[in-house]
């Protein structure tokens, strides 16, 4: 009997657990009054955001996350998170907003909100001079060619999905995606690039080669949990009057070294 009656303690506990609300993030209100947002950046994706040996960040990611705090009138906390992270800790209230380069799409807008569009993005391909013979991206959907990308990234879902020949060699960062291709374990990437470039000083014995198409045009956004609508309509309006001012490609050409291919236009419409 009390076998029994343990069991069912430890189902109904189970269940408790299993149908528990899913944390809920700080409000625009609570998050001036503790005075400190918790900003999630990528460790590694200069010149956006680097976690320095010393633990401490630099980069264009950083810069921009301060303002936004500067502008709350609170201190900035940032918050490491990996590409494929990134949604997760949102969820879970491990970070008020996330930056690291989160693209806006119909898949995460299922589970997080965003703000306005920041900053753009481009999709082209990397790969090495082995391959000068293949132009255009649809030359490397063949079995012999192995495409590196970062797991849990949105490059990495189109490439699965329109270059299903291709072997698939998925890493947490860009830094491993470029040693793999230099390393020859993989043949390209076709991925949003303007993160990675750097890393490729890395490896000057390689002859790379960015192929001139453009695949497609992204924007990135400020993600926050669902429902977190005051924080969401702040950053809006917050974004405006920043991009008005051209700050945005300001930040953009001081860290990246050249103006944005595809600027954002401020708008100053929102839901």
Do not use: C
């Not at 009390?2 to 609570?30: G, H, N, T, W, Y």
């Not at 001079?129 to 970062?150: G, P, Y």
């Not at 001081?254 to 236009?265: E, I, L, R, T």
């Amino acid at each position: 009997m009390l076998k029994f009656l343990f069991r069912s303690v430890v189902l109904v506990m189970a269940a408790a657990f299993a149908f528990a609300p899913a944390a809920i993030a700080a409000s625009l209100d609570e998050i001036i009054k503790t005075e400190k947002i918790r900003i999630g950046v990528q460790p590694n994706l200069p010149p956006n955001s680097t976690l320095k040996p010393d633990g401490s960040w630099e980069g264009m990611d950083i810069e921009f996350g301060n303002a936004i705090a500067n502008a709350l009138g609170v201190e900035a906390e940032f918050v490491a998170a990996s590409s494929p992270q990134r949604v997760p800790i949102l969820v879970s209230d491990q970070a008020d907003i996330m930056l690291g380069g989160l693209t806006r799409n119909a898949r995460r807008a299922k589970l997080i909100s965003y703000s306005l569009p920041t900053f753009t993005e481009s999709q082209v391909v990397l790969t090495t001079s082995k391959w000068d013979s293949l132009t255009k991206w649809t030359d490397f959907n063949r079995e012999d060619i192995t495409l590196a990308n970062v797991r849990g990234s949105v490059p990495a879902q189109w490439v699965r999905e329109n270059a299903p020949e291709a072997k698939e060699l998925l890493f947490d960062s860009g830094a491993d995606v470029i040693r793999a291709i230099a390393q020859g374990r993989a043949d390209g990437t076709i991925a949003i690039i303007d993160n990675w470039l750097i890393f490729t000083k890395n490896y000057p014995n390689v002859e790379w080669k960015v192929l001139p198409d453009t695949i497609y045009l992204g924007y990135w956004g400020i993600g926050m949990q669902k429902g977190n609508d005051d924080l969401r309509r702040w950053l809006n309006i917050w974004l405006y009057d920043y991009q008005s001012k051209n700050l945005h490609n300001e930040l953009w050409e001081k860290w990246y070294g050249s103006a944005p291919a595809f600027p954002v236009v401020p708008s100053p419409y929102f839901p």
